[in-house]
């Protein structure tokens, strides 16, 4: 196995593959594994340092000491040879890779450093006057291994938040036969196969519940800290813990297709993508491994030709070309992406697209649409008002729930639910047709139904029957029977508590909160004004939500968008950053950049704090990076040489792993504001 390196740039896509976590060699034990060679390979230098320390001619004149024997040179070129193949190899095989893909950085800086000190150190035993560096070789190499080692360990934490993602998925299932329980591997499950989930268990497939109920904690998968009660019928994800009941659940697709998954996929691929700020970071440590060997060798002629001797020229240049390799630059972006996509993920925002993510900084406007986001998005039916004499009011709602059952729409749902309250028995429709944004039509025993928005009624004609008012806060439906007003039906949904504080944070960071709904004005008005919005746009059919956008847009507002990532498609994709919602366990909304678990609009506010959060810590890193090589750099190539302040070799690579180090524990601290 190729124990070589991490290459500067830390390619995490190579550190955690959506690989099943139960086949094979994970990329998380073969990480542990490179972790376990460079911390054998940093112990047996460390070792052979000891003697070569004790050989060198230049620390027993600091100690004062003269323990020069015949052959004692050789003896330092044996042990200085094995420090330079073993501790070495990760170096130079790293950079013979960076050499054949036209690509060197920092492993091909390390392993041009070690080698000139080791070529020269090695003249100089065979005859070449002057003095030999094997101790500052040594020391060099087993500083870099230690860097390199904390780093790793470091890295494989902003990592370990996917594996314990990859983790939730439990390895076993309890497959109910037709005579027994048979124990499965959750891996070959498939669609209609019926598991039973015991209390405490990790449920181990998507599905729908088929006897049993029982309270879920769904918190790593959707951020949502309470249990959820989970009845027969509800869907349930794969990894979320059961309570203390149990239940079967009929399996909905095999794992590979399971919610989990497909997060775990998402989250890979965002950790692999590249925003802008990592593409500023890579060309900055590209221009860096060329600065490094440009200073390296001009520093190498600058003193070489203004009379210092061999050894003092070409230990300048090792130093100055260690201190630059541009290791905490490359690392300074990547480490914050792993740790915060992964971190983002555990809180139910599911980050598709980096660049659209660390834009969030950049939102001065949010278009909140779709009721059930600020709302609870739950239509309950207020009134039901019959205009006939031959019609009750339990009739007219039992003709209006057949064109309601085949849509999913919430006003539909209200509807079904007080049918099924009121325990009448749904009739069926046929011909059934959607009107665009103003309802729906079908045929029901034998006549033309329709059930339709006030919009509808306005736009044939039709008047409004007399005493009509609708109240602020309700959604109102006509049903009409044969073309002719039979009645109507008003609706109204109450406001998330959560959702006032989350305008109230919006205006705190001075970010716009925009109300965009098909519902009408009054009730588009109340809602906004109850929760203190900016402003609201009402009555908007979906293919105007662009339009309307577009128009923020040219008033110069970076527009952020929520909607449920289906019908506002064209929108979502349209904004500047388009946000999904609710879509609970379909993270197919393809146009959104980013998709939010819950309808919560405190995860909105979350997600534009996280993104602040997350591109500050990269501008920190980037600063820091950068700062360290500037004040680094002049040093190591010896400008305050006159002044007695001179780095070595070592201390080169002490500052360098510091830096590196200090970029991997900032990008930790990361945290989710929820």
């Known amino acids: 196995m190729d124990m070589n390196k991490m290459p500067e740039g830390m390619d995490h896509s190579k550190m955690h593959k959506g690989h099943d976590p139960h086949m094979g060699m994970s990329e998380h034990d073969h990480h ?3 972790i376990a060679d460079f911390k054998m390979r940093f112990y047996v230098v460390l070792a052979l340092t000891i003697p070569i320390m004790l050989l060198s001619t230049m620390i027993q004149h600091f100690m004062g000491v003269n323990w020069q024997f015949t052959g004692s040179s050789y003896i330092l070129f044996a042990l200085s040879s094995a420090v330079f193949v073993y501790g070495g190899w990760p170096f130079l095989t790293g950079l013979i890779d960076e050499v054949k893909a036209k690509n060197p950085g920092m492993m091909f800086l390390i392993g041009f450093a070690i080698t000139v000190a080791y070529s020269y150190s090695v003249a100089i035993v065979f005859g070449l006057k002057g003095m030999d560096f094997f101790w500052e070789l040594a020391t060099l190499i087993l500083i870099m291994l230690l860097g390199h080692w904390i780093e790793m360990r470091s890295v494989m934490g902003a990592s370990n938040e996917l594996e314990l993602l990859v983790q939730l998925m439990p390895a076993d ?13 959750t891996d070959t499950l498939k669609e209609n196969d019926i598991i039973l989930v015991k209390p405490g268990e990790k449920v181990a497939a998507d599905g729908i519940i088929l006897e049993g109920e029982s309270y879920l904690n769904e918190s790593m998968l959707t951020g949502e800290s309470k249990p959820v009660l989970k009845v027969k019928g509800d869907k349930v994800i794969a990894g979320s813990i059961n309570g203390n009941g149990s239940f079967k659940v009929t399996v909905s697709h095999a794992a590979k297709d399971s919610y989990l998954s497909q997060v775990v996929k998402l989250v890979d691929d965002a950790q692999k993508s590249k925003s802008q700020t990592q593409l500023l970071a890579d060309t900055a440590a590209k221009w860096l491994t060329v600065i490094a060997l440009v200073t390296g060798i001009g520093t ?13 020229a070409m230990e300048r240049m090792v130093t100055v070309i260690v201190i630059c390799c541009p290791h905490a630059l490359g690392l300074a972006v990547p480490l914050v992406v792993a740790k915060s996509t992964a971190l983002s993920a555990k809180h139910g925002l599911l980050i598709k697209n ?3 993510f660390e834009n969030a900084r950049k939102i001065t406007t949010i278009v909140f649409d779709k009721t059930g986001t600020l709302t609870v998005g739950k239509f309950e039916v207020s009134k039901v008002v019959s205009l006939k004499k031959d019609i009750s009011e339990n009739e007219l709602i039992r003709l ?3 064109l309601e059952q085949k849509s999913e729409h919430p006003i539909a749902t209200g509807i079904l639910q007080k049918v099924k309250d009121l325990k009448l028995a749904i009739p069926s429709a046929e011909n059934f047709k959607a009107i665009t944004g103003q309802g729906v039509e079908a045929t029901v025993e034998g006549k033309k139904l329709l ?8 736009e044939n004609k039709l008047t409004l029957p007399d005493g009509f008012t609708a109240n602020d806060t309700e959604t109102v439906v006509f049903v009409l029977i044969e073309q002719k007003l039979a009645g109507y039906i008003a609706l109204s949904d109450e406001i998330r508590p959560e959702s006032a504080e989350a305008v109230k944070t919006l205006k705190a960071e001075n970010i716009k909160s925009i109300l965009l709904t098909g519902d009408n004005n009054k009730v588009a008005a109340s809602v906004s004004k109850t929760l203190g919005m900016d402003s609201f746009i009402a009555e908007v059919l979906p293919h105007q939500k662009l339009e309307k956008i577009k128009e923020l847009q040219s008033k110069g507002e970076f527009v952020a968008m929520t909607g449920d990532g289906v019908n506002d498609a064209p929108a979502l994709a349209q904004a500047d950053i388009g946000i999904a919602v609710g879509s609970g366990s379909d993270i197919a909304a393809e146009t959104a950049g980013i998709v939010l678990v819950n309808s919560n609009p405190k995860d909105i506010v979350s ?3 996280f993104g602040k959060a997350t591109y500050r810590k990269m501008i920190q890193n980037l600063a820091w990076a950068t700062g360290y090589n500037v004040v680094a750099l002049p040093l190591a190539a010896g400008v305050l040489f006159k002044e007695g302040i001179i780095l070595s070799p070592a201390a080169g690579a002490v500052l360098m792993t510091v830096s590196t180090v200090v970029v991997a524990i900032n990008a930790s601290l990361l945290k989710v504001k929820s």
């Open 32 to 34: 542990s594994m490179m």
């Open 173 to 185: 299932a309890h497959m109910v036969m037709p005579d027994m329980v048979h124990d499965v591997k």
């Open 300 to 312: 190498f002629l600058y003193w070489y030709l203004t009379g210092q001797t061999l050894a003092f």
């Open 354 to 356: 980096r660049t659209a």
């Open 400 to 402: 209006a729930s057949a």
């Open 451 to 458: 059930v339709v928005s006030p919009g509808y009624l306005t």
């Open 607 to 609: 997600l534009v704090l």
